[in-house]
């Protein structure tokens, strides 16, 4: 059965540092999207991507985050410069159309020190 | 504001008994999606449905529109179902709003 893929498992990164999540999604999906879950909290939406853009992003996703498709398997979230804060759970997820089911994939654990 | 809240917070049962889940919803929504999200932290879909009742194996969705409630339902309950089960709802775009989540644990 196809599935959402993630690199690394666990990041462990200082302060300040960039990072990237990678994500490879069901192949034959068009929508992907990155969640987040801080420790002890509910899941949180990041972004959403369709051709090639983003189509919805949230308040937290600030200028110090981005996603990229760079080829077309894969697709990315970068973070810039990091904060004690973002230490979360990242999921990312697919579908094949608005409103269809999202799949999800097992999820980094970025722990920022 | 767009709110999803579940209730229990925490639940936990003898083996073998019948469970029940709730989600309720303040607007409109294109469809609610049940997930359950596992010790390790991977989150597996189980439904997304807009109306009417869904089944997969002990696992039953409800949802009413009208009450802008729905109803997760184990039956046959088993420790293997250990997990925090999480309700979610699109309002009209694609992405996922999360209620807290329902810990739930089986005890053999």
């Known amino acids: 059965e196809p599935e959402v893929t993630q690199t690394p498992s666990h990041q462990v990164t200082q302060m300040g540092q960039e990072v990237i999540l990678r994500c490879v999604p069901i192949?034959?999906?068009?929508?992907f999207y990155w969640y987040r879950q801080i420790l002890g909290q509910k899941v949180e939406f990041l972004v959403s991507f369709y051709n090639n853009e983003i189509s919805e992003k949230s308040e937290i996703f600030d200028d110090q985050f981005s996603v990229e498709r760079p080829d077309g398997s894969n697709f990315t979230l970068k973070i810039r410069s990091t904060k004690l804060e973002d230490s979360a759970m990242y999921f990312c997820?697919?579908?094949?159309?608005?409103?269809?089911?999202?799949?999800f994939g097992p999820g980094t654990r970025l722990t920022v020190t | 504001k767009n709110e999803v809240e579940q209730s229990p917070q925490n639940l936990t049962a003898q083996e073998g008994e019948f469970i029940t889940i709730n989600c309720s919803y303040s607007?409109?929504?294109?469809?609610l999606h049940w997930l359950q999200q596992h010790p390790g932290g991977g989150i597996v879909s189980l439904f997304m449905?807009?109306?009417g009742k869904k089944k997969h194996g002990r696992l039953i969705a409800t949802i009413n529109i009208q009450e802008k409630h729905s109803s997760l339902h184990i039956t046959a309950s088993h420790p293997r179902d250990s997990a925090v089960y999480i309700c979610?709802?699109?309002?009209?775009?694609?992405?996922?709003?999360f209620g807290t989540g329902t810990r739930l644990t089986i005890i053999p």
């Open positions: 979610a709802v699109t309002f009209g775009n694609e992405k996922l709003t």
């Open positions: 607007v409109g929504i294109s469809a």
């Open positions: 449905l807009s109306s």
């Open positions: 192949s034959n999906h068009l929508y």
């Open positions: 997820a697919s579908s094949s159309g608005v409103g269809y089911e999202q799949y």
